[in-house]
């Protein structure tokens, strides 16, 4: 049964940084590809970054040079590493698993995805 965690949100001023944790337990496969979405109040979920079983990783052009997603192996969490937040950074931010070696069509798809977090949320002002 495979489990998400997240922790790290917070609220910060523009121009901060965060970093999110995803802990993931149950999973015996090193089949995995995790992701990152959001989703502000009254918007889709979307996609923030990804990170595929291969160590190959993809970002939202909104964020990208701003936040990293990285993960050492499959035992340890998935961190995004946020920084320059600006306040249309602000949401409900979700950590998500997939047991493929590949993340899936680009924009990564909510859909393609069936494990999932409570989410963990960041507010910037």
């Known amino acids: 049964h495979v489990q998400l965690v997240e922790s790290g949100g917070n609220s910060v001023q523009a121009g901060g940084s965060l970093r999110l944790s995803c802990v993931a337990s149950?999973?015996?496969?090193?089949?995995?590809?995790m992701a990152w979405f959001r989703q502000a109040p009254g918007e889709e979920r979307e996609a923030v970054a990804g990170r595929d079983s291969y160590g190959s990783t993809t970002y939202a052009g909104s964020v990208k040079g701003r936040f990293t997603i990285a993960r050492d192996n499959a035992k340890t969490p998935l961190d995004l590493q946020m920084n320059n937040l600006k306040p249309e950074d602000s949401a409900m931010y979700f950590c998500a698993a997939r047991l493929a070696r590949s993340l899936g069509p680009r924009p990564l798809r909510p859909s393609d995805f069936g494990y999932w977090g409570q989410g963990t949320q960041v507010t910037v002002s």
């Open positions: 149950g999973v015996t496969s090193t089949r995995v590809s």
